[in-house]
């Protein structure tokens, strides 16, 4: 992979970096990857070679490219860094053979001009755990502090998955706007394709996510010295993952310091926490359909979330959800497919048991019973005839049952 015409230019109302990226070793089409930011913020993005770079080698590395080069001065620290990252996706992914991607480019000596001084920024996409650690930052850190979160970066085109119409965007940086006030914090609109060099949804998931992350974060590092990615689950459920503590501090140079935040805090921690702050409250956003639009309220995230601020006595305090979860709904919608999810349901059942709530407990229960086990012969039966009468016979088994 070659990464070439590294350039700043005006795209609309907007500042944009881009560069040609050029595959060698795939059949893959010559890629213009570009990260933007409205122009309010134009002083914020440069034509940093660190984002290209982070943006772009663990596509690479997936892709079986056999090096990596870049005609530009790249920080020592970060090389080091990104092979680190890579022998742990190595590990946890490929074959021990598995060559990592050879990185060539020239070594920097020097910081770059122009930098800012220290400043904070972190990743703010309204789910529980970006605005968990914007609480948990103000909790523990005075305002003029340099580790003070200052500003929220919040990205278009990084869940093409789920909604990807501007329109929806534009209405979630409206509604975030107002949670990044009240928390004396800028958000900051990015926009960028750095995805399309691999769209494959498991492996954005298990291995691209944190990349991606640090990639925005460079590219703005003429504004942020340390960006912090809220931790996806804590330590007790850690596993290998494309956001991970093992991971993610890896993409950072010596100019730019990536965090991974918060690996002590459970989700339900996180989620009193967050439900404290009623701005917050009120404009969370976790649906994985609909995101970053309204939450569905009958997905697997949207119930287990509701779940939560049921167990911690705030669900009938937001407008961000209905008010209302039948086990019926736990029956239908949810399946817990892996130890994270296991932990996150668990936690909920002392809360949810001392409020009386058994019907659902008792839901949640055989879920991580099935999880462990299996579904059982006589459930996986009634399913199936369940299926057949619904088919073929038009409910009426049911409805004679």
């Not at 755990?129 to 005075?142: F, K, M």
């Not at 409206?174 to 958000?187: C, G, P, Y």
């Not at 501090?249 to 009623?278: H, Q």
Request: with cysteine; glycine share 6%.
């Amino acid at each position: 992979m070659r990464i070439e015409n590294l350039r700043q230019e005006k795209a609309g109302d907007r500042t944009q970096i881009t560069a040609t990226v050029l595959w060698e070793d795939c059949d893959r089409p010559t890629q213009e990857i570009f990260f933007a930011t409205d122009e309010k913020f134009a002083d914020s993005i440069w034509c940093n070679p660190h984002a290209f770079l982070v943006g772009s080698i663990i596509p690479a590395m997936y892709n079986g490219e056999r090096r990596i080069k870049i005609d530009q001065e790249i920080c020592p620290e970060l090389v080091e860094g990104l092979l680190d990252a890579m022998g742990w996706l190595r590990h946890w992914f490929y074959e021990p053979a598995r060559e990592l991607v050879k990185i060539e480019a020239k070594r920097r000596s020097s910081l770059p001009i122009g930098r800012t001084p220290e400043r904070t920024g972190s990743f703010f996409s309204g789910g529980v755990d970006s605005i968990g650690t914007v609480c948990a930052n103000r909790r523990d850190y005075p305002l003029d502090h340099p580790g003070s979160i200052k500003d929220g970066l919040l990205i278009y085109g990084n869940n093409i998955e789920f909604d990807p119409r501007i329109e929806t965007f534009k209405q979630a940086v409206h509604s975030l706007s107002e949670v990044a006030k009240d928390a004396k914090m800028q958000l900051i609109p990015v926009y960028t394709n750095v995805r399309s060099l691999d769209e494959s949804v498991d492996f954005f998931s298990k291995q691209f996510h944190g990349a991606i992350l640090a990639s925005v974060a460079h590219a703005l590092s003429r504004r942020l010295s340390r960006v912090l990615i809220a931790s996806s689950n804590s330590i007790e459920d850690l596993e290998p993952y494309g956001s991970h503590p093992l991971i993610d501090p890896n993409y950072s140079s010596y100019e730019t310091r990536i965090i991974y935040d918060d690996v002590l805090s459970t989700r339900l921690a996180k989620t009193k926490l967050v439900s404290e702050w009623d701005v917050a409250l009120q404009n969370i956003k976790v649906c994985g359909p609909n995101y970053p639009g309204e939450n569905c309220g009958q997905c697997e995230k949207c119930i287990r979330t509701m779940l939560a601020l049921m167990a911690v006595g705030k669900l009938d305090e937001t407008k961000a959800f209905p008010h209302q979860v039948t086990a019926e709904m736990i029956s239908r919608r949810v399946k817990i497919g892996d130890n994270p999810r296991v932990l996150m349901y668990s936690e909920m059942i002392p809360a949810l048991t001392a409020k009386g709530r058994h019907d659902l407990v008792r839901v949640i229960n055989r879920k991580i019973r099935e999880f462990h086990y299996g579904e059982s012969p006589s459930r996986r039966w009634r399913r199936a005839m369940r299926a057949f009468d619904q088919r073929y016979l038009n409910g009426s088994l049911t409805k004679a049952k």
